[in-house]
């Protein structure tokens, strides 16, 4: 690993006074990003008519039975192409940090993870990684392509790390919002670039990994998160790491 160099040494009395320079700063982005969550929240939505069938480990379901009841559903598209030994590692990375579900569940909201891989290909990743978190298979159906999660390229499909967001009212469902790793699709999980890190596929999403809270903490550091650096260090599965 390497590192950037020492930040300026200085007082304890310097150091609070640049503290304070930057909380104002940091004042004013919370101000802005809860400007921007109020927008979010006064989007138009869109009925999704159409009906799709996912396979879980109930068998065969519909976009409502993601839901399991509760008002609200965010989808995770996590990176899984049906020809893959294994899922993305920037998805596995956001994956990780999910956490225990009853925190989404008690405020009537349901967290599914969805991939075009069968899900016999699913089920023996998803043991490797320890996870317990509901994971359906779209295979069978347009679900990815139809919310952009997979896409087409020069010929070729590539796979788009994204969340998506639904809401219910009885058994009508709503598409509210999604977001995307607009510089994470790819067609190969285990592509290097050239300087020998993880290509897109390896990177910890830079707009879905500030969901988590890897990213959030390390961001607080004097390190960061950026290339080159020791916290720049390839995002690997979480078993794969050699520390």
Not at 106 to 114: E, G, I, K, L, P
Not at 198 to 216: K, N, Q
């Amino acid at each position: 690993m390497t590192y950037p160099e020492l930040p300026r040494v200085v007082s304890r009395e310097e150091w609070r006074a640049a503290l304070g320079e930057l909380r104002a700063e940091e004042d004013a982005l919370a101000r802005a990003r809860e400007a921007v969550n109020a927008a979010r929240r006064t989007l138009p939505v869109v009925e999704v008519a159409k009906e799709y069938v996912f396979e879980g480990g109930d068998g065969k379901a519909g976009l409502v039975d993601l839901f399991r009841g509760r008002r609200q559903l965010v989808v995770h598209h996590f990176m899984f192409a049906p020809e893959w030994d294994a899922g993305c590692r920037g998805c596995s990375a956001f994956l990780d940090q999910v956490g225990h579900l009853a925190h989404l569940h008690a405020r009537d909201t349901s967290f599914a993870v969805v991939s075009r891989a069968p899900f016999t290909g699913i089920l023996p990743f998803k043991a490797r990684m320890g996870w317990a978190l509901p994971w359906y298979s779209s295979y069978e159906d347009d679900f990815n392509d139809d919310f952009e999660a997979t896409l087409r390229r020069d010929g070729t499909l590539v796979e788009r790390a994204g969340i998506s967001c639904f809401l219910r009212e009885g058994d009508r469902v709503f598409h509210t919002y999604s977001t995307y790793e607009e510089d994470g699709a790819c067609a190969n999980p285990n592509a290097y670039d050239e300087s020998g890190r993880f290509g897109m596929c390896g990177a910890l999403p830079g707009g879905l990994g500030r969901l988590g809270s890897v990213v959030g903490l390390l961001e607080l550091t004097a390190s960061g998160v950026g290339p080159g650096d020791g916290a720049g260090t390839p995002v690997r599965y979480h078993d794969e790491y050699d520390y």
